[in-house]
């Protein structure tokens, strides 16, 4: 492997009018690594992956494929290829002209796309209707056409502008898993665009979250969940409660906020947080603790007395809305870990308990 | 074409219950496509008659179509609108496919000025179109007169200029409508794929468009092959076409000899709307 | 297969990285301005062949003749080059000419009436037909829109001729033959006849796209048929009987055709006028007749404006 990015942004901006769609975005992409660019709608992902592609150029920064840059080089010379959203195949020619296209823009000899056409066809196991057109195929099939028909030009990167998303939720998870299995075996960089969260975490090595045009944070699956560095991440990747309040006390990575209505909760604090300042403190449902009255041990942490308000039943969790106070509750999440009928292994609205909110699973950020 | 799902009013009959407003609904359809067709059945039964006159039933002959093809002005005339028709469908399919994707693919200064340009001649009545070339065609004759001493004519030239000026509207508005259908992406994607904008065009948006270009093409061939007011005004005395040829002649008697080259006339359009809906079908 | 693609460039490293930011914004600018400018050559092959057939054979044209309306005709028909206002004031002061255009605006709103009230049962039929005999039926409208026009209005002189058919079945049956061709009459069944696709094919794609559950919706608010009809399915129908409309009363406001080979060429209408002072009358008379074609020009897209303004205030 080289020691030069696969893909390079510097400080590119995209204005389309005078908003910037991609605000000063930063980025080095490895090569082999699975990078996803995730984020809501119209944050800037699907612009950004389209200036890789060179649809779009950028209004100003630069971009490297490999170390060169790419702000002269038109689509049709750069070495990376994209699977569209959808699909974008050819409607008048079959799926073996399809996926020979590329190979014979460059002018390769017959008899050395027939055999790399059918090679390809077979990594995505469509082999046997290579004779069919698009509209004879189903989504999924759709799909790993339009993925042979990128791969088999051997790109240096591939891109995917949410290449998942027309696909129903079970075919989705197949395809994930096919992907992932896929890039290993071919090891080439893929660029990832989605708007949903969990098929990033399933599948990246490393995820850049977005808005607003600007990349927030990257890191890997488990950075991004465990340790976002801002609100919007938090709330954007998975559930978390958000508890606002006024940092009081900050030492050797911990930072203590103290809240309107009086509770005092400590958590990690990424970057030290002067006293004074506003912060929030965020913690995922399934990281809070409720125990009865009763099961209160001696505990590191002060418990927090609450009244069970919601519960619902889901299956694998139960999720439990708990009141703090008039102004607050709280959600928390406890998986069902014992198969059970005994509705006294479940809580029930009303019942008064203890929470407990360890500062190891929260963490306390800078609003 | 739509979706059947609002189709919620099935018709009365189908509903097993018989309405007066069913029955003479589909009453008025019946004799409305009879007073669409009895007329064109007729032109075609009396151009079998023995009936010279041509519009009595006095029994069976060829011997119109047989004549028809020995009368060497009807002839002339039939090659003459062939030609005109192919060449101003040629040119004018060329020039609006290319207007077409201008007016789809770019932003420019004056847009809606080329715009309203390029309906106008659909909306202007033939006769005012046909009165200005007219006039146009003279003055543009006397300059050169003035000018070199030659003296021109109005030939099949000047018809087929006329043709391709208002072909390229109707050209223009099919072409476009299937331009707008185009999934932009897949030019994208033959960018992507290494192709240049060159062999992007040939190999991706050519071959899509071109149920549509076809369409746009035999819809000028027909308006050209119909047109009876410019032909009238502009062709010149010995170039006749056939609309004009037959119109001089329908002024002056019904003959059976008229009703086979309508015939001939007739099915040449049921052809061409056959194969325009064919392709509409592919697509 | 090996479908990994080592990287060549890898040690070509970034020397663009000590470009100053001048530099970098200059070469922006350059290659932005190329692409601009290559976009620019595009359009303009693109567009001026087409443009400049049309400027130069349609638009310089109608010029000509707006030029030619105000301009005196000589005594042999040549062109006087003297500016005046007078065929303007003949066309609206002089019977012929101020009757020609009544007559024409007369039976072109007939026309368009007559056609819209045979046309909106029609489509409505065509529309509730299940799909493949709705293709057939509207197939079989089209045709005669592809037909040739001549070639149809020819059809009915067989039909109503004195020794026609109407004429000898009434013979053969011991009635007394009537006169029906060259009547104004056979002129309005050929113009209906003519333009009757033109209204069917327009009202076909309104009322289809029409959902017809509103009506039921109305009749369970209380409307009768007859209300419902009025007060919900012509206003949503309203665009497709508008451009109907606007496509029957273009195409008669100027047509000569039907009234010399079916109305005998007894009374004037706009078209004949026009094309006797154009190609006949001894002298002729140009620049009357520019002014003819200009008025009926100028009322034409009086009414095509009316029609966007209609469309558009439904659209909305």
Known sequence: ?367 | MSQTANRVTTPAIERGRLTWSGVSLSLHAVLIYLFLYLPILVLIIFSFTRDAFGVRWTGFTLDWYVRLFNDERLMGASVNTLLVASVSTLVSTILGTLMAMAMERYQFRGREGVEALIYLPVVVPEIVMAVALLAFSALVFDLINALTGQVLRRNLTTVTIAHIAFNMSFVVVVVRTSLRHFDRRLEEAAADLGADSWQTFWRVTFPLILPGIIGGALMAFTLSLDDFVISLFLSGPGTSLLPVEVYSRVRRAITPEINAISTLMLLLSITLVLLSQLLQRRR | MRLYWPSEQGSAASSSCKRTKEECRLAFDLIERTRVQRDRRNLMALLLPGLLWLLLFFALPLLIILLYSFIVSGPRGNLIWQATVGNYTDLFTRAIYLNAYLRSIWISLLTTLICLLLGYPLALFIVRQPPHVRTLLLFLVLIPFWTNFLVRIYAWQIILANNGLINSSLRALGFAPIQLLNTEGATLIGLVYGDLPFMVLPLYAAIDRFDFTLMEAAADLGASRRQAFLRVMVPLTMPGIVAGSVLVFIPTLGQFVVSELLGGAKVDYLGNLIQRLFLRSNPPNWPLGSAMAIVMMLLLLAFILWYFRISREEDR
């Open chain 1, 1 to 367: 492997m080289s020691d030069t990015p696969a893909i390079e942004l510097r400080d590119v901006i995209k204005r389309f009018g005078e908003t910037p769609a991609v605000d000063r975005v930063s980025l080095q992409i490895g090569d082999g690594e699975f990078f996803s660019l995730l984020g809501p709608s119209g944050c800037g992902k699907t612009t950004t992956l389209r200036m890789i592609a060179g649809f779009e150029y950028p209004s100003s920064g630069e971009m490297l494929i490999h170390g060169r840059s790419m702000a002269t080089i038109p689509p049709h010379r750069r070495p990376v290829n994209t699977v569209f959203q959808s699909y974008a195949l050819f409607p008048h020619m079959s799926v073996e002209q399809n996926v020979a296209f590329g190979l014979q823009m460059q002018r390769l000899p017959k008899q050395e796309i027939a055999p790399r056409v059918s090679e390809a066809l077979e990594l995505v196991r469509l082999g046997h209707l290579a004779q069919r057109r698009p509209n004879q195929l189903s989504g999924g099939q759709q799909q790993r056409v339009a993925l042979a028909r990128a791969l088999v030009n051997q790109p240096e990167v591939l891109l995917l502008d949410e290449p998942l998303g027309a696909l129903d939720q079970k075919l989705r998870k197949e395809m994930q898993l096919e992907l992932k299995s896929l890039q290993h075996r071919v090891g080439i960089t893929f660029i990832f665009v989605t708007h949903d969260q969990e098929e990033a975490l399933t599948m990246s090595d490393r995820i850049a979250v977005m808005n607003q045009g600007k990349v927030l944070q990257v890191g890997s699956p488990t950075e991004i969940y465990e340790r976002p560095t801002c609100r919007f991440v938090a709330d954007f990747i998975g559930e978390t409660n958000f508890i606002d309040g006024e940092v009081v006390e900050s030492d050797g990575g911990y930072s203590s906020i103290v809240t309107p209505d009086g509770l005092r909760l400590r958590g990690l604090a990424p970057r030290t947080l002067p006293a004074g300042s506003a912060a929030t403190l965020s913690i995922r449902p399934e990281k809070l603790r409720l125990t009865t009255l009763e099961q209160a041990g001696p505990e590191q942490v002060a418990a927090l007395p609450v009244s069970v308000e919601l519960v619902s039943y889901i299956g694998s969790d139960t999720r439990i809305t708990v009141r703090l106070n008039e102004q607050r509750t709280l959600d928390v999440w406890e998986q069902n870990r014992r198969s059970t009928l005994d509705r006294n292994a479940y809580w029930q609205p009303g019942e008064q308990a203890l929470l407990f909110c360890p500062p190891d699973n929260a963490l306390v950020l800078a609003e």
